[in-house]
């Protein structure tokens, strides 16, 4: 009789569709520029090297992806569409320009790369893309007649006709537009609609994160519970993550309390009239401290634990309803990661992102100008988990 018992079966890790690569062939200040990027990727270089632009076009392929016009998915660059386009660019016997930005997202389809050239004057709108994967180009667009508001869009079908032709508004990416167009009845559309759904889930999931102390210190509404980008509204959802989970609240208290002067027993939130609330920091003398008596560092580091440790449930997101939360993963985008920072605060939070990463299921891209590289070789070596920060650095 046998006796050996059957092993557990472990179940193969789930593969999440993320951004693996960004390029920047012609944006700002970059030219032919390609970024590796990692579960923990941090752009450093003096100023004017270019670290924002590089999250400025990321998330303009986030907010394209997530159906955004160009000029919504511009709107947090200063200067929109022409403001894009690289110094000294020569415009063409049309008086036109423009940018071209593009990104490799990894998943279960693999490698799929993601190209769209902008044209930013006299008007915005794009002028083509490229969606490619598994050998072939799956996506093309062009702008053959600058009188309509179209491009002419081609995608592999693989069938009795092998390629489908049809216009598309010029002012949207044509990747997400996908879905609605293509039945899906053969195996070539099949794999058009996979890679389009990965780079999608990929790029919308992400979050531009820049706390603004200024804003956090004032007394927000109650109900005000996702968290929004400049987390100004940080009180509430305080609240909220403190009610829904007390576990994961504690671990927020406990990475809040590393980080902040004196000792941090809890964080809650005060009651006020019309239905508003503030944070404060309970502290073991009993005299809590609100959080408008934090310095700008400490709100800073507040607020970046609470988005690497609660996720797009709690952020103010549009999330990616369609595909279960298991097979996504948030991108973390944070200008000016140690902004305010001192030298604890920012090891802290390079301990802190680099745990959340090595789980899977939050990645940061972010920003640096002081001397990040020397505390992330520190913690390496000191076996600070597994994941370490690929540093990107920049010049002038």
């Not at 490229?130 to 667009?141: H, N, P």
């Not at 309390?257 to 000792?263: H, L, P, V, Y």
Request: net charge positive.
């Amino acid at each position: 009789m046998d006796t050996h018992r059957a092993r557990p079966v472990t179940p193969a890790p789930v593969q999440r569709p993320v951004v693996t690569e960004l390029r920047l062939s012609a944006f700002k200040s970059h030219r032919n520029a390609v970024f590796r990027l990692g579960p923990l990727t941090l752009f450093r270089g003096a100023s004017g090297s270019g670290k924002s632009s590089a999250l400025q076009a990321y998330e303009a392929l986030a907010r394209l992806a997530g159906g955004d016009s160009l000029d919504g998915a511009l709107a947090s660059v200063a200067g929109g569409g022409p403001a894009c386009v690289p110094h000294r660019a020569r415009p063409d016997v049309q008086g036109r320009r423009g940018f071209r930005i593009g990104c490799t997202v990894d998943g279960p389809v693999g490698p799929v790369q993601l190209d769209v050239a902008v044209q930013a004057e006299p008007e915005v709108r794009v002028v083509g893309e490229r969606l490619t994967g598994s050998g072939r180009t799956l996506l093309s667009t062009a702008l053959r007649d600058p009188g309509l508001r179209t491009v002419e869009a081609a995608w592999h079908t693989a069938g009795t006709v092998p390629v489908t032709r049809a216009p598309l508004p010029d002012d949207r990416l044509g990747t997400a537009l996908l879905p609605l167009r293509v039945a899906g009845k053969t195996a070539g559309q099949r794999l058009v609609l996979d890679a389009a759904e990965q780079v999608v889930v990929a790029l919308r999931s992400a979050f531009a994160c820049d706390p603004r102390p200024e804003l956090m210190r004032s007394p927000v509404a109650a109900r005000d519970g996702l968290l929004r980008s400049s987390c100004d509204n940080v009180a509430a959802v305080l609240g909220r993550t403190r009610s829904e989970c007390a576990t994961r609240h504690a671990a927020l208290v406990a990475a809040v309390g590393a980080g902040c002067r004196g000792s941090v027993e809890g964080l809650s939130v005060q009651g006020l009239d019309g239905g508003f609330v503030r944070g404060v920091l309970d502290r073991k003398t009993g005299v809590p401290t609100p959080l408008e008596r934090l310095g700008d560092g400490e709100l800073r580091y507040l607020a970046l634990c609470l988005v690497l440790m609660t996720g797009p449930g709690v952020l103010d997101m549009d999330p990616v309803a369609e595909v279960l939360p298991a097979r996504q993963a948030l991108t973390v985008l944070a200008d000016g990661f140690d902004r305010c920072l001192d030298p604890r605060q920012v090891r802290e939070l390079l301990t802190l992102a680099a745990r959340m990463c090595e789980r899977g299921h939050v990645r940061l891209v972010g920003t640096v100008q002081g001397d990040v590289a020397k505390v992330a070789e520190e913690l390496r070596e000191a076996g600070e988990g597994t994941v370490t920060a690929v540093m990107v650095d920049l010049e002038t």
